[in-house]
């Protein structure tokens, strides 16, 4: 990057939010994505939508690229920078702007902390469900980007089943606004559901619009362990088959079982091949009928053991030990690869042979967990970048879960979005027409491919032979 070019970005976000010192760059080089990173050029903390609309004004004139990034917890590469880039930090955009109690709604700031708006609208009686593993940590725009999902995806939905609005700076400096507090909304395309899950390639967030619900009035969370994985599934898919809905139904294979039980202490019995952690929410009669019914399937599926919350203390000590999973797998061994490979909630016991399968097949460690619910695995490869051997045995793994997958009708990713690490099987997915209509969507809203490019599909550049990435680069016609 230039000299003009980063006094120009200073003057536009001021010294005091322009960092571009090597340690600086560095913090910002990766995000939770393993084996992923890069240095960007520089490092801004924007304070306002019309600062973000002149740096992409001016991206667009020098031809440099943006990275818009919030708490950098995301597992597909989707916030890593890119090459001639500037990484845009959200994180201090962090307000809750508004709850309003009549509308259901919470308009809020893209670096407002999951977990921080669950708490606040929970203390008069609201709920806002979406809850990705990360929810202390992670941001509201992060997950809107990615679409994130959670523990309750079961039954109350992902991320994109709670945003009403959006606004956003387009690629080209334009503040877009589009949805609102009406439930129902038919004017045009849906442009929201259009941006949700677009992962920072069509625009900067800089405000939310999400809808609240009731919060429930009782829940009761169980814990049921198996001594074979088989059971485990089976009793997933017979829930499922008694029309009952719990709000949460997460699974943990036995390698998972004793990482957590060595990090966080609970008492896990190491020898059970799987555990489901399920929670029932919703009126009282209804939630005490729906875990007895449960009881009794786990009972039929050969259940070794069967475990009730008794209070909401044990309660968030379980729920915390699941989400836990990822920080005690990843004390293993020094790189850890979490994927999320997603199958129809019918299809869950093959997918989970399968996983069990590529460990053996390519001779690698991998700890299973996730919604067992709604079919969301997340494979585990245990495994350490310095060993060039270990990790293609593991990109190896991860292709062939990925393929099997597929062929029993689930996806590549079910919550942490496409990013640098899964496109090369986005066309599996989405197929060919998918994919290019995709491409000439991004086209069409961002013609220079300054936003976040690389990220989900590649795009090839629109002339033949060396593309300028600066405006020193271009000659003239007579030279």
Not at 220 to 245: P, R
Not at 283 to 289: F, G, I, K, L, Y
Not at 377 to 405: Q, V
Request: glycine share 8%; hydrophobic share 40%; charged share 25%.
């Amino acid at each position: 990057m230039d000299q003009f070019t980063t006094e120009k970005l200073k003057s536009i976000v001021g010294s005091q939010n322009f960092f571009d010192s090597k340690e600086d760059k560095l913090v910002y080089s990766y995000d939770g994505t393993p084996v992923y990173r890069h240095l960007p050029e520089a490092v801004l903390f924007p304070e306002d939508a019309e600062q973000i609309s002149k740096i992409l004004k001016l991206a667009n004139q020098e031809k440099f690229n943006v990275v818009p990034r919030g708490a950098g917890t995301g597992l597909s590469g989707g916030s890593i920078p890119v090459d001639n880039s500037v990484v845009v930090v959200m994180t201090k955009w962090n307000r809750i702007l508004e709850i309003d109690t009549s509308n259901l709604t919470a308009w809020v700031e893209p670096g407002v902390v999951t977990g921080k708006l669950q708490n606040q609208v929970e203390k008069i009686g609201l709920f806002y469900p979406p809850d990705p593993g990360s929810l202390t940590v992670c941001t509201i725009g992060g997950n809107v980007a990615s679409n994130a999902g959670g523990l309750r995806g079961l039954k109350y939905g992902v991320t994109k089943n709670y945003v009403l609005g959006v606004e956003m700076i387009l690629p080209n400096g334009e503040l877009l606004k589009t949805g609102g507090k009406n439930m129902k909304d038919a004017a045009g395309y849906n442009l929201k559901d259009f941006i949700i899950g677009s992962e920072g390639t069509l625009g900067i967030i800089t405000k939310v619009l999400v809808k609240l619900l009731p919060k429930p009035t009782k829940s009761i969370t169980l814990l049921i362990f198996f001594n074979k994985l088989v059971d485990a599934g089976k009793t997933v898919s017979d829930i499922i088959a008694a029309h009952i809905v719990p709000s949460m139904m997460e699974f943990l294979d036995n390698t998972t079982i004793n990482c957590v039980e060595d990090y966080a202490h609970i008492g896990l019995p190491r020898k059970s091949e799987a555990i489901l952690l399920i929670e029932v929410d919703g009126r009282d009669s209804e939630v005490q009928e729906d875990a007895e019914v449960i009881r009794k399937i786990a009972v039929k599926n050969n259940a070794s053991a069967l475990k009730g919350a008794t209070d909401k203390t044990e309660s968030e000590n379980l729920k915390t030990a699941r989400r836990s999973a990822f920080s005690a797998l990843a004390r293993k061994m020094p790189t850890t690869i979490l994927e999320d490979a997603t199958v129809p909630r019918s299809e869950l016991p093959v997918m989970i042979e399968k996983v069990t399968k590529a460990a053996k097949m390519f001779d690698v460690m991998i700890g299973n967990f996730g919604h067992a619910g709604d079919g969301n695995l997340h494979p585990t490869c245990l495994t350490d970048e310095r060993d060039s051997k270990a990790l293609d045995k593991a990109h190896k793994a991860f292709e062939y879960i990925f393929n099997e997958a597929i062929k029993l009708g689930g996806t590549i990713t079910g919550e942490h979005g496409t990013g640098l690490s899964k496109k090369q099987f986005l066309e599996s997915v989405a197929g060919p027409a998918g994919v290019d209509m995709m491409k000439r969507i991004k086209c069409a809203i961002d013609p220079n491919n300054i936003l976040n490019p690389e990220k989900i599909f590649s795009i090839s550049p629109k002339c033949e032979g060396y593309l300028p990435l600066k405006r020193q680069q271009i000659k003239d016609f007579n030279e």
